[in-house]
């Protein structure tokens, strides 16, 4: 039986389009961002500050108030589509950039042996791309994968997304990570594949989408860059929710005050900040160099305030190489649960 959830967006993917849908489940997500904390759990009462871009958020506030943590979002990136990712991905799924009646030319979809999805954001504006068009992948031929990583899968089920081809083949690997991805997928015998990922703005490109594609070149697969959507620095001002809670907790030890209650059951001040990319460490640190001088000095000495946890071994990778230290790595990272027990597990041997 369906649970309440599942059938809104059910109701909501029936009533309007994929861009519309997307819309409306944002507004839900960010609702959740503000719905009262559950008593009881091994993070109650703590406060988790969290970078993660809109697209993420209500997921991961879910999680944290699941165990009973007090979610603080923090953004450090923003994910979107713009004109000019709209054009690249007709011109790779249409070919030559126009949505002609013949959708199945040798030029589009049909072209590659299957298409490669690293992330939820990419998925997103495949669907819209291809929303409202019946017929993109021609029924006959050899099979089409269609891969993506840890619960991104259920999103490819949740908009069924090209599921009615016989031809579509899902492919989830074990462990969620570009990596994993490369290794199961197996060799790929000279066949195209098409990967969404994102245009990176305002930022250094984090190595794992390079590094994604090369291992597909030495698997055998011609990789096929798609930059299907934007991810962008979401400006200097973005950390100020970490740094405005985080002064309160120092103004009151520093006059010796005990620091204060709200009325959500959480204290004042910071007890976890978690990224979930490299991207999201990078964007902290640059508005942290804005906002107080030296991002990487400034999080070094917060270092006895709040413990640094990380989504994954990638993320982990990827904030080392940028001079963070991290206490926590999330051993699960099919999903952000993973990060949010190894937070509890964390919390609870401190207690």
């Known amino acids: ?15 309007c389009g994929v861009a519309q849908y997307k819309y409306r489940r944002r507004l839900l997500r960010l609702r959740a961002c503000h719905e009262p904390d559950r008593p009881g759990s091994s993070l109650e009462g703590r406060v988790v500050a969290f970078t993660t871009p809109q697209q993420y958020a209500g997921r991961f506030a879910a999680a944290l108030r699941k165990e009973g943590g ?7 990136i923003i994910t979107e589509t713009g004109a000019d990712t709209r054009w690249e991905l007709e011109s790779k799924l249409f070919g030559k950039g126009d949505r002609s009646e013949d959708l199945c030319c040798s030029q589009g979809l049909d ?4 298409i490669a999805f690293t992330s939820r954001a990419g998925i997103y504006a495949f669907a819209e791309a291809i929303a409202g068009q019946s017929s993109i992948l021609r029924e006959d031929g050899e099979p089409f994968l ?5 619960r991104d899968a259920e999103l490819l089920e949740e908009l069924d997304l090209l599921r009615a081809n016989s031809r579509v083949r899902y492919f989830v690997p074990s462990v969620a990570s570009p990596q994993a991805l490369v290794d199961e997928l197996g060799e790929g015998k000279g066949r195209r594949l098409l990967c969404p990922v994102p245009l990176v703005v305002d930022l250094e490109e984090p190595p794992v989408v390079p590094n994604f594609l090369r291992g597909l070149e030495k698997a055998g697969w011609v990789p096929v860059r798609l930059n299907a959507y934007i991810t962008r620095w979401a400006g200097k ?19 010796s005050t005990k620091l204060q209650e709200r009325s959500d059951g959480a204290r004042d001040g910071v007890d976890a900040l978690v990224f979930t990319s490299t991207a999201e460490v990078e964007g902290l640190i640059k508005s942290l160099d804005a906002l107080v001088g030296s991002g990487i000095e400034y999080l070094k000495r917060s270092r006895r305030e709040f413990v640094v946890a990380v989504h994954g071994p990638v993320t982990a990778e990827g904030g080392a190489r940028l001079g963070i230290e991290v206490d926590i790595v999330g ?21």
Request: a positive charge; glycine letters at 8%; proline letters at 4%.
């Open 237 to 255: 001002e973005c950390a100020q929710p970490l740094l405005q809670r985080a002064q309160r907790q120092s103004t009151c030890e520093k006059n």
């Open 70 to 76: 007090s979610p603080l979002w923090c953004p450090t």
């Open 146 to 150: 269609v891969a993506a990583l840890g």
């Open 1 to 15: 039986m369906l649970s309440v959830r599942e059938q809104l967006h059910l109701r909501l993917q029936s009533f």
């Open 331 to 351: 051993e699960k990272f099919q999903s952000f649960g993973g990060v949010v027990d190894s937070l509890a597990r964390h919390f609870a041997v401190r207690t």
């Open 111 to 114: 072209s590659y042996g299957g």
